[in-house]
Every structure is written in C-alpha cells, then in structure tokens.
C-alpha cells in the first residue's frame, strides 16, 4: 500500500504519458503504476542516485512479476533520462531547493518534459518562485495531513500562460488559496504559533530588533488569510 503522500501523487499523474519517478528509493511509485491499466503500454522509469535502495526495488517488482514493466536506473535527476522517452515527472519527499537543481539542470536535456509532480519538503516559497519565473504553472495544489505533517503537493505544467503573484501567494500556495482548501486554515494557524515563538525569541534577546516587524507582519497576513478562509 501506497503512503499518503506517494498515493497523492499518482491521482495527480496523467494517465496514458510515460512517466520518471526521480528519487524512486524502493520504486513503491512505479511498483503502483505498472499494476494499472492507465500507464500499461507506457514507460515507467525509476531513478535513484543509491545503489541499495534499487536493489530494493528491483525485489519489489520482482515479487509482483513486474520487472520488465518498469525500468530503474542509477543515477542523479534526470540525467538517466533519454531524449523523448516520458512526458511527465515525479519529485517527492526532497527539498525545494533540491528539486530546482533537479529541474534546471534536467530541462535542458529532456524538454518533452512537460508536466511535474512535486511533493517539497520545505522551501515552498523559493521552489513555487522559481517555477513562475522560468515559465512553469502552478495548476493544482494539493495539502494533506499524515503522521503529524502537512505534505504538500504541486503540479506544474510546462509553457502555459504566465501569472503575477505575491510572495506571500506563493509561501501559502496560489491554487490552495483559489481553492480553499479545508486543510489550509489549520496549516495557517500552526505557521502563526511558529511565528510567535520565533517573534518572542527575539524579543527576549533583542528587544525592538528590525527583524521583529517583519514577523508581526507575517503574523498578520497569516491571520487574515486564515480568517478569509474560515468565512
């Protein structure tokens, strides 16, 4: 079975489009797609800069008499990749920053790559910023809870119109907002008990600290936007 975060992801994944599974660990994802019709004449590729961890997965498959359906290889991002073999991407459970270095460098030698489904583990705002600015487009967004975390969940897509945001838009996530979603007002108000601890530590060391405006200010953004939600 599938965790949450990983069965997140493939409801968001395209069906009938190979797919590349980048930091595939034990390939429990392509494991999961191969048993589906949507992706059964599609590529499925699981890549891994770890040796173990493919080992792992090559027994998995191999227990599901799936091994000629899914392809794992060695190797960092997608550089495993060849020209024109899936259309879309899998990035999850890595950092923000982590997954630009992945998608930067990997654009420029798959461009076919046209749709991106990520799962960051912090550094939201830097990673939704910089799609933005290189031409890709926060379509759909999702956050769930799981083992006492928030996971979010971003899907990107290639070349489509471009928008403005806020930053604080793309701290909190442009298609949650749109959306509303239900989780969203809850993860808003545990980011402002974060807040005020960070502000009260301050206080404590620096009273009148410049740094103090920008986190009251944060706590009043975060406030309002939860309380707009909670309309």
Avoid at 184 to 199: R, S, T
Wanted: glycine share 8%; aromatic share 10%; hydrophobic share 40%.
């Amino acid at each position: 079975m599938l965790p949450l975060r990983l069965a997140q992801i493939k409801k968001m994944l395209l069906p009938y489009r190979g797919v590349a599974d980048i930091g595939t660990d034990h390939a429990l994802l392509p494991l999961e797609l191969a048993q589906h019709p949507f992706w059964e004449d599609q590529k499925i590729i699981g890549i891994d800069p770890a040796p173990d961890p493919l080992e792992q997965g090559w027994k998995n498959l191999g227990q599901k008499g799936l091994e000629k359906r899914v392809e794992l290889r060695q190797g960092w991002g997608f550089d495993p990749l060849r020209p024109r073999e899936v259309e879309q991407a899998v990035i999850a459970g890595l950092g923000g920053r982590k997954i630009v270095s992945i998608v930067a460098r990997g654009r420029e030698k798959n461009p076919e790559i046209e749709h991106l489904f990520l799962q960051p583990q912090r550094d939201l705002l830097f990673l939704r910023r910089w799609l933005v600015q290189k031409g890709w487009a926060i379509v759909a967004e999702s956050i769930q809870w799981e083992k006492n975390h928030y996971y979010f969940f971003i899907r990107a897509d290639w070349g489509c119109e471009e928008r403005n945001y806020q930053d604080w838009e793309l701290e909190i996530g442009p298609q949650l907002l749109e959306k509303k979603s239900p989780l969203l007002a809850d993860y808003l108000q545990e980011k402002v008990q974060e807040f005020n601890v960070i502000l009260q530590k301050i206080g404590d060391k620096r009273p009148g600290h410049p740094r103090e405006k920008y986190w009251e200010e944060k706590i009043r953004l975060f406030k309002g936007v939860q309380k707009w939600l909670l309309r």
